[in-house]
Every structure is written in C-alpha cells, then in structure tokens.
C-alpha cells in the first residue's frame, strides 16, 4: 500500500506522534536512527532527541503529547533510565503513554522492564516493522489495514 493511501490517523483523529530518545551519552544511534525513518515512512509524527535524562524525556513527552515513547539503550544503565521514566510519566499523569524499548536489553532485564509496564522491547533481530505494526494495531486499529 502506499504510504499516501494508508489512513496513518489515531482512532481519536490525529497522526500518532512517537517520541523517540537515546538517553545520557549513549551514542550508539544508528539503529534509532533507522526506526526514526521508518516510523516517519509510516506516516507518524516523529519527534527524535539524543542525550536526554529521563526526567528531559518526561518533560518532552507532556510538550509533544505524544501517545508512544520509544526508548533505545544500548550502553547498559538501561534499568534506572526506564524506572526513572516511568515515575516521572506517572507524576505527570501520563502513565497510559505507551512506552517501549530498544536496543540492547537482557532477557531477564526485559522480563522486569514489562512487569513495570514497558510494553515491548525491540532488540537484536527486530525490526521496526514489528514495532509498526504493534503502534498501528494499539492506535489505528483496522483502518491501518
């Protein structure tokens, strides 16, 4: 389908708008780089920031409104950036946000990062294809078939 004939607005009206953040000095974003494009190709509003704290992240998401964050890690330190991100969205009433992740995370860290809420990590092996099409099916519904 071309990307002019697909309905890329959320059930509510609007485009889906995608925050997407490598935190701290992790400086490894050339996969997040990558997933910025294709989510743009699939027509949602991308706002891209390296280098943000977690509370900088929180703070972004309020000003964009935004109904996805996506957070790449891929330096370690994943967990602390996560929790902290997670308190500061439910301290500012945003803890329906869906937030997933990237980069390189353990299995056993993954495990705990979906228990605290994170809806899906997007590792090694991944494509941004499968994250798409999980933010389409949570936010578009039918008609982004």
Do not use: Y
Not at 52 to 77: R, Y
């Amino acid at each position: 389908m071309n990307i002019d004939q697909k309905n890329t607005e959320t059930t509510t009206g609007g485009r889906v708008r995608v925050l997407l953040a490598k935190p701290t000095h992790d400086c490894h974003d050339r996969g997040v780089r990558l997933v910025a494009r294709k989510f743009r190709d699939a027509g949602f509003e991308v706002i891209f920031f390296n280098f943000l704290l977690p509370q900088e992240i929180v703070n972004t998401a309020v000003e964009e409104s935004v109904h996805v964050i996506g957070i790449s890690v891929s330096s370690g330190g994943h967990m602390p950036i996560f929790e902290d991100a997670i308190a500061g969205l439910k301290d500012v009433g945003m803890d329906g946000v869906m937030l997933i992740g990237g980069g390189i995370i353990p299995p056993k860290d993954e495990a705990t990062l979906k228990e605290w809420g994170v809806r899906a990590i997007f590792g090694p092996g991944t494509t941004a294809d499968d994250a798409i099409a999980m933010i389409e099916e949570t936010f578009i519904g039918e008609a982004a078939v």
